[in-house]
T-cell receptor
Framework: GAGVSQSPRYKVAKRGQDVALRCDPI?????LFWYQQALGQGPEFLTY????????KSGLPSDRFFAERPEGSVSTLKIQRTQQEDSAVYLC?????????????????FGPGTRLTVL | GDSVTQMEGPVTLSEEAFLTINCTYT??????LFWYVQYPGEGLQLLLK?????DKGSNKGFEATYRKETTSFHLEKGSVQVSDSAVYFC??????????FGKGITLSVRP
C-alpha cells in the first residue's frame, strides 16, 4: 500500500470517553499533519510534526487534545473526555522532505479520515 | 490570519456544461494556492496548484489561474462529466506549512 492510512475509519464514543486515532503516513514522509473537518465545512488545521518533533500545535482546540509521533512515523491523536462538539472527521496528511528551493511547499497526501461521533 | 472564501453551493450542472467555481483568499505574503477534490467515499486529493502570481494550474481538464490583483483562484472546466461530481476545496499555504481550506462546494453533474 502506498497511501496514508488511518484507523479506525469510524468511531462512536460516549461523551466523556477517551479516544485514540491512528495515522500511518506514507513511508519516508517527514511531515505529518492532523486536520479536523466538521460536517459541511473545510478541514481545519490541528497540529504538525516534522519527524518526531511537534512544530505547531496551535490548532488544537483544547488541552483535551493531544498528538504524538514518538518515532517519527506513526502518529496518534488522542482526545480525552470527548464532548459532542468533538464529532467530526479527523484527517491525517503526510508530505515528503521539502525539495531544495521550494521552501515549505510540498503536496500533502491525505488519508481517508476517521469519522468520530460522540453521543 | 489566512482565509479562503468559496462561492456558496451546491452546484448542479448538466453533462458537458461549463463550470466555474469562485475562490478568493486573504493571506500575508505570497501564498501558494491549491484546489483539492473529494470524490464520494474517498480521501482528499490534490487537483491542481499554483505557486506564484499568474501561474496557471491544470489537471484533468480543470484550470485555475493565480490572480494576485484580485486575490482569486477560480476553478474552471470547459465540459464537465458525471465523474466530476465531488466536493471541491480551495486552499492555500501561507507563511507556515499548514493548509487553510475554504468550506468546499458540492458539484453534481447530471447525465
Amino acid at each position: 500500500g502506498a497511501g496514508v492510512s488511518q484507523s479506525p475509519r469510524y468511531k462512536v464514543a460516549k461523551r466523556g470517553q477517551d479516544v485514540a486515532l491512528r495515522c500511518d503516513p506514507i513511508s519516508g514522509h517527514v511531515s505529518l499533519f492532523w486536520y479536523q473537518q466538521a460536517l459541511g465545512q473545510g478541514p481545519e488545521f490541528l497540529t504538525y510534526f516534522q519527524n518526531e518533533a511537534q512544530l505547531d500545535k496551535s490548532g488544537l482546540p483544547s488541552d483535551r487534545f493531544f498528538a504524538e509521533r514518538p518515532e517519527g512515523s506513526v502518529s496518534t491523536l488522542k482526545i480525552q473526555r470527548t464532548q459532542q462538539e468533538d464529532s467530526a472527521v479527523y484527517l491525517c496528511a503526510s508530505s515528503p522532505r521539502p525539495k531544495a528551493g521550494t521552501g515549505s511547499l510540498n503536496e500533502q497526501f491525505f488519508g481517508p479520515g476517521t469519522r468520530l461521533t460522540v453521543l | 490570519g489566512d482565509s479562503v472564501t468559496q462561492m456558496e453551493g451546491p452546484v448542479t450542472l448538466s453533462e458537458e456544461a461549463f463550470l466555474t467555481i469562485n475562490c478568493t483568499y486573504t493571506a500575508t505574503g505570497y501564498p501558494s494556492l491549491f484546489w483539492y477534490v473529494q470524490y464520494p467515499g474517498e480521501g482528499l486529493q490534490l487537483l491542481l496548484k499554483a505557486t506564484k502570481a499568474d501561474d496557471k494550474g491544470s489537471n484533468k481538464g480543470f484550470e485555475a489561474t493565480y490572480r494576485k490583483e484580485t486575490t482569486s483562484f477560480h476553478l474552471e472546466k470547459g465540459s464537465v462529466q458525471v465523474s466530476d461530481s465531488a466536493v471541491y476545496f480551495c486552499a492555500l499555504i501561507g507563511a507556515n506549512s499548514k493548509l487553510t481550506f475554504g468550506k468546499g462546494i458540492t458539484l453534481s453533474v447530471r447525465p
